[in-house]
């Protein structure tokens, strides 16, 4: 097939020659660097042929997938759109050299050169297709706001780049002669050897890809660490900082995080409280059956309680127990200890009215007259 094109192109360029008043044609048959110039002229048409073609083409693809992308909502289309943009002219240069050139006779270093360069364009090309797709998706998926994405794009933009990067020069230096058998066996030493040595780093990476994609928690709430606590300010590819409570910066490695227990708060809907009080032995039975009544009147008048129970619980060593148990319908904390707050002087309140007495640890000691 390409001795075909080359023989189209040559009666293509005697036609034109001569359609220009160009009758002696002998020039033609002239040797320049071992090719002839009509070699020479039908490598640049088949350049030019290829580059025309490329380009038009890609413009015409291009206009077809935006026809498409109108009409449906999937975002794949958009990012195969988003590649072909991205194709850059040494692409289309590359492509025409190497495809214009197949006929000529040209020395071993210059075929190389040339070979080498197709086949970096075409890594190069591949690269940067593969990183508009994962920059794609991970925005599908994650919001633009996330930093955590931002993150997880560059980490794996990263990664994919080392990989290709690896496998493509090797496929290079392959095509190019170079016996590359131990040299792969030289780079999976090496990278045994580095992946031992950041053995910690890869694993608070990793840890951050998890963190990221099953989002135990996020940027903005409020967790339980350990003996710290505090708000999550940002998830990086190492380490997640928070701002505790007391309005330091807490510092803690990502692989810390996925494997210890988090209490998540942002996650809470309402809060269980549960809380008791004792009235003194002396409490009128009366009284006494009136105080559940007594809370749930008190706890009414709070939009943001949900009253659950009131229960006469014990008899205690100086005192008579209650234990009441309500939800908070809130997730923050200041409500719950706004709502606790005035549940208690509300208590107090109505107990000094009703004349119970809160009790307080006491003693009483009975002397026996054994005379």
């Known amino acids: 097939m390409e001795q075909e094109a080359t023989t189209q192109a040559a009666d293509l360029i005697d036609s034109s020659l001569q359609k220009i008043g160009i009758s002696d044609l002998s020039f033609l048959s002239t040797t320049v660097l071992q090719n002839t110039v009509l070699q020479w002229i039908i490598a640049l048409f088949l ?15 291009i206009s077809r997938l935006h026809t498409i992308a109108k009409k449906t909502k999937w975002k794949i289309d958009d990012v195969v759109t988003l590649s072909l943009k991205n194709i850059s002219s040494f ?12 006929h000529l006779a ?37 919001k633009k706001s996330d930093t955590g994405a931002k993150n997880l794009t560059v ?9 290709l990067w690896s496998v493509g020069l090797l496929l290079i230096l392959s ?57 999550v300010k940002s998830i990086g590819l190492k380490t997640t900082r928070m701002e505790a409570l007391q309005g330091e910066e807490v510092i803690i490695s990502n692989s810390e995080l996925t494997n210890s227990k988090i209490q998540n708060f942002k996650k809470l809907k309402k809060r269980r409280i549960v809380f008791g009080f004792g009235v003194t032995y002396d409490t009128p039975h009366k009284k006494l059956k009136k105080i559940p ?53 509300a208590i107090v309140e109505v107990f000094e009215k009703e004349g119970i007495e809160m009790a307080f640890p006491t003693r ?5 007259n054994q005379v």
């Not at 692409?91 to 197949?102: C, D, H, K």
């Not at 980490?155 to 990989?163: E, P």
């Open 106 to 142: 040209l020395s071993n270093v210059i075929s190389l050169g040339i070979r080498a360069i197709f086949l970096f364009a075409i890594v190069f090309e591949v690269i940067k297709i593969v990183e508009v797709v994962v920059k794609a998706l991970i925005s599908i998926k994650f």
């Open 293 to 345: 009544a007594m809370i749930k009147k008190i706890a009414k008048e709070d939009a943001l309680i949900q009253m659950d129970r009131v229960h006469f619980k014990e008899f205690a060593d100086s005192s008579l127990n209650f234990e009441v148990v309500y939800f908070i319908k809130s997730a923050d904390y200041t409500d719950y200890m706004n709502s606790q707050q005035k549940m208690n002087l």
């Open 47 to 61: 350049f030019l042929f290829f580059s025309v073609l490329l380009h038009g083409g890609k413009k015409i693809l």
């Open 364 to 368: 009483t000691v009975h002397l026996v």
């Open 175 to 231: 095509n190019m002669g170079v016996n590359v058998t131990s040299l792969i066996a030289s780079m999976g030493i090496g990278g045994l050897a580095v992946s031992l040595a950041l053995q910690p780093l890869f694993q608070d990476m990793f840890s951050s890809f998890s963190i990221i994609l099953d989002k135990p928690f996020e940027e903005g709430d409020f967790v339980v660490y350990g003996e710290f606590s505090g708000t």
């Open 91 to 102: 692409f289309y240069f590359s492509v025409s050299l190497f495809f214009s050139v197949q």
């Open 155 to 163: 980490a794996v933009g990263l990664i994919v780049r080392i990989v």
